[in-house]
DNA sequence: CGTGAAACCGTCGCCCC
DNA sequence: GGGGCGACGGTTTCACG
């Protein structure tokens, strides 16, 4: 199933939606070059295969009162397979923290958090992150202005490549 | 416009359209307690205050060839407000390149960035970034795997937050 | 993949509170 | 001011060729 190679119009779909996920089944197959039932059905196959995760709207956290955005590194004393899970569990479960990576190098984690005012993150990293058993050290840095925030992937690169290995 | 207060419904709404952006608008008047043409009023009203600014579909990056993720701490020499727009402009034509963060502390900004592989990445990184004028640093790191990746904001907590201040 | 038809939805005007 | 009701046009989503 994730085997399934994608036709140029499968990746224009995907690039379509990705830009504008609101877009009516009509208008988007009018964009790929074909009707909208089978694009309805590409659509969908896209769905269930995984290509397509989900659908979601891209809120304002600034004026939606979010307007503190930091980045952590955090490093943990084990990195024993079990430690590294229990890490990521308690993660997921921490509202502020919106993503989390692992890393390679030095540092282990790189968790992403948003929060409403300096103090309510203040509150979380001193009694949640900091206080979580496993973690040795947690470097923290304010984002002071955003420049680039694009969501996904970007589609031209993967056409260039097409081209390339063609 | 942007100091105009956002009651539960709107939150409601807010957070529905976050979670899952392509639900109808009968579906979500259903969801936030009101009737459709209400809904769609305020979803419009909500679109054009900014407090959405878009709808995305969101893409499985690794099932879509896109293999590699790097988080990018970049070092300027100059940080001067025009050198700073000038880097940050340059992050904005990189595709590559998907976020760009001004931090305060020792690194000047941090890239999350996506590629096919890893050469792809590394002609990127020792051709555009370390190239590019101004940069005095660059630190990579790989993401081996990722644990954690919502999207948006944590409305739950706003919604805590509500109740303190109320 | 395209065509046609039926059910549903987005959208508007109007009335009500 | 915002919410509900009804109707039109467009869309989604079938079955079928």
Redesign the pocket.
Same mark, same amino acid.
């Given at each position: 199933m994730s085997g399934t190679r994608l036709?140029p119009?499968d990746r224009k779909i995907l690039a379509e939606l990705q830009a504008d996920g609101r877009?009516?089944?009509?208008?988007?197959?009018r964009r790929v070059?074909?009707?909208? =039932? =089978?694009?309805?059905?590409?659509?969908?196959t896209l769905e269930e295969a995984g290509y397509i995760k989900g659908y979601h709207a891209d809120v304002d956290a600034r004026e939606l009162g979010f307007e503190v955005q930091v980045f952590a590194m955090v490093g943990l004393q084990s990195q024993a397979e079990a430690d590294l899970v229990t890490f990521e569990n308690r993660c997921r479960a921490w509202p502020l923290v919106r993503e989390c990576h692992m890393l390679n190098g030095e540092v282990d984690f790189i968790l992403k958090c948003v929060a409403p005012d300096l103090s309510t993150f203040q509150s979380f990293l001193t009694e949640d992150l900091l206080r979580a058993e496993n973690v040795a050290s947690v470097k923290t840095s304010l984002v002071i202005r955003g420049a680039k925030d694009d969501p996904g992937v970007p589609f031209e690169v993967l056409e260039e490549r097409m081209m390339r290995t063609a």
């Open positions: 036709d119009i877009m009516t089944n009509v208008e988007l197959a070059g074909i009707s909208a =039932p =089978p694009c309805l059905r590409r659509v969908r």
